[in-house]
């Protein structure tokens, strides 16, 4: 998602005529606006990943709990039950984190 996430190119206009009701916003803060909207697209993408994560949370357990292994079941033992921990933990601060900025943007 940074410079180098999409193709870049520049694109000059020159004595093109735009009338004021097409401008977005006030005059010269076209830029402002175009952070603005990219601001919004970045937090539009870190929802969608947080949904992401939460999809594969259910799947791993889907899976684990159904995986029999040599010590009973995959999602019983310790060591995927502390792994699942610390991924819910992670996926939880993330949903506030971009809970948090969603408030502060809107």
């Not at 076209?30 to 970045?42: V, Y």
């Not at 791993?60 to 995986?67: A, I, L, N, Q, T």
Request: with cysteine.
């Amino acid at each position: 998602m940074g410079m180098r996430g999409m193709v870049q190119n520049h694109m000059r206009l020159r004595s093109v005529h735009v009338g004021t009701e097409g401008l977005l916003g006030s005059l010269g803060a076209g830029i402002e606006i175009s952070q603005d909207t990219l601001s919004f697209a970045r937090l539009n993408l870190a929802a969608k990943s947080i949904g992401g994560m939460k999809r594969c949370l259910q799947l791993v357990h889907r899976y684990s709990s159904r995986r029999p292994i040599a010590t009973g079941m995959l999602w019983d033992n310790p060591v995927t039950q502390s792994r699942i921990v610390q991924l819910v933990f992670a996926v939880s601060v993330l949903e506030a984190l971009v809970g948090t900025i969603s408030n502060k943007l809107g």
